[in-house]
């Protein structure tokens, strides 16, 4: 009797030992090692041996099949999650009418009081600039000074005036204005920006939402749109410049033996169980197998 228990045992007991020491060989030892200057077959472990390999391949696989342009597209910037985002911003905007908090005052949460006043007046300078070159690009001067004059001309009894004033005098006259214009547009520009970006920054948040509540529904869908382009539009040097696969791979080549046997046991824990469990279930069965050919 006892050998028809013995030789099924046994088997079990053996699958069970080769496939547990199977796996842990899949990750140890974790470095060669060495008889005087032979090395050990098998050492290190299988993984730790193929890292390179494991991480290029990791890399390719998420960058080709789970983090691709279309999976991109069809999850971040889906309708649902766009409707998400769209929600989000629209309690936001509700919250922010009880909110008696200043612009000024929210901005001061994540932005130093003295940067803010830099970026200020930065922001005022970058727009005199920009505005003052655009006024000077559309040659204001000469334009004014010709409408001037046409509307002078058009007035009753002054048409004499198109007999004195000829395209010299209007274009000098154009030329004086824009002279005026280049030398104080700057000035006039950065004092009113700045005025007005003082008017935004004392202005509370509940007054802000109150006074636009209407536009606001159009303002975020515009928004959440205007985001789905850039992403559809800029969604392949996003991902050039990103570079998911090289990121993947020197993250998986910087774990340490240690770290990567945690890794793969964290998530085939389960798996590489019920196989050591298994090879003890075929050895029973092989043991019993082998009994019955061999009595």
Same mark, same amino acid.
């Given at each position: 009797?006892?050998?028809?228990?013995?030789?099924?045992?046994?088997?079990?007991?053996?699958?069970?030992?080769?496939?547990?020491?199977?796996?842990?060989?899949?990750?140890?030892?974790?470095?060669?090692?060495?008889?005087?200057?032979?090395?050990?077959?098998?050492?290190?472990?299988?993984?730790?041996?193929?890292? +390179?390999? =494991?991480?290029?391949?990791? %890399?390719?696989? @998420?960058?080709?099949? $789970?983090?691709?342009?279309?999976?991109? #597209?069809?999850?971040?910037?889906?309708?649902?999650?766009?409707?998400?985002?769209?929600?989000?911003?629209?309690?936001?905007?509700?919250?922010?009418?009880?909110?008696?908090?200043?612009?000024?005052?929210?901005?001061?949460?994540?932005?130093?009081?003295?940067?803010?006043?830099?970026?200020?007046?930065?922001?005022?300078?970058?727009?005199?600039?920009?505005?003052?070159?655009?006024?000077?690009?559309?040659?204001?001067?000469?334009?004014?000074?010709?409408?001037?004059?046409?509307?002078?001309?058009?007035?009753?009894?002054?048409?004499?005036?198109?007999?004195?004033?000829? +395209?010299? =005098?209007?274009?000098?006259? %154009?030329?004086? @204005?824009?002279?005026? $214009?280049?030398?104080?547009?700057?000035? #006039?520009?950065?004092?009113?920006?700045?005025?007005?970006?003082?008017?935004?920054?004392?202005?509370?948040?509940?007054?802000?939402?109150?006074?636009?509540?209407?536009?606001?529904?159009?303002?975020?869908?515009?928004?959440?749109?205007?985001?789905?382009?850039?992403?559809?539009?800029?969604?392949?040097?996003?991902?050039?410049?990103?570079?998911?696969?090289?990121?993947?791979?020197?993250?998986?080549?910087?774990?340490?033996?240690?770290?990567?046997?945690?890794?793969?046991?964290?998530?085939?824990?389960?798996?590489?169980?019920?196989?050591?469990?298994?090879?003890?279930?075929?050895?029973?069965?092989?043991?019993?197998?082998?009994?019955?050919?061999?009595?």
């Amino acid at each position: 009797m006892l050998e028809f228990i013995a030789a099924p045992l046994l088997g079990g007991v053996i699958g069970y030992i080769t496939n547990d020491i199977a796996i842990k060989m899949l990750f140890r030892p974790r470095r060669a090692m060495y008889i005087g200057k032979f090395h050990i077959p098998f050492t290190p472990g299988l993984i730790p041996r193929q890292k +390179d390999r =494991i991480a290029a391949s990791i %890399g390719n696989v @998420i960058s080709t099949q $789970l983090l691709n342009r279309d999976a991109i #597209i069809n999850t971040v910037i889906s309708d649902e999650n766009l409707g998400k985002v769209y929600s989000y911003l629209m309690n936001v905007v509700q919250n922010l009418k009880n909110s008696e908090r200043t612009v000024a005052e929210v901005i001061k949460d994540y932005i130093p009081e003295e940067n803010i006043n830099m970026y200020k007046t930065s922001l005022q300078e970058g727009l005199a600039l920009a505005i003052s070159s655009k006024i000077n690009e559309a040659d204001i001067g000469t334009r004014l000074a010709q409408g001037g004059i046409d509307m002078l001309a058009e007035k009753p009894g002054m048409g004499f005036i198109s007999l004195f004033i000829n +395209d010299d =005098i209007s274009g000098r006259l %154009g030329g004086i @204005i824009n002279n005026v $214009l280049r030398e104080k547009a700057p000035e #006039i520009i950065y004092e009113e920006t700045g005025k007005y970006l003082e008017e935004i920054l004392s202005m509370r948040l509940c007054d802000i939402a109150i006074k636009y509540e209407d536009r606001i529904p159009r303002l975020l869908r515009g928004f959440v749109d205007l985001c789905r382009l850039i992403i559809e539009e800029n969604i392949d040097k996003i991902l050039k410049l990103v570079d998911i696969e090289q990121i993947v791979v020197e993250k998986v080549r910087s774990f340490d033996a240690v770290q990567l046997e945690q890794m793969i046991f964290g998530i085939m824990h389960k798996e590489l169980r019920a196989i050591v469990y298994l090879g003890a279930l075929l050895g029973f069965f092989m043991g019993f197998i082998n009994l019955l050919f061999f009595m």
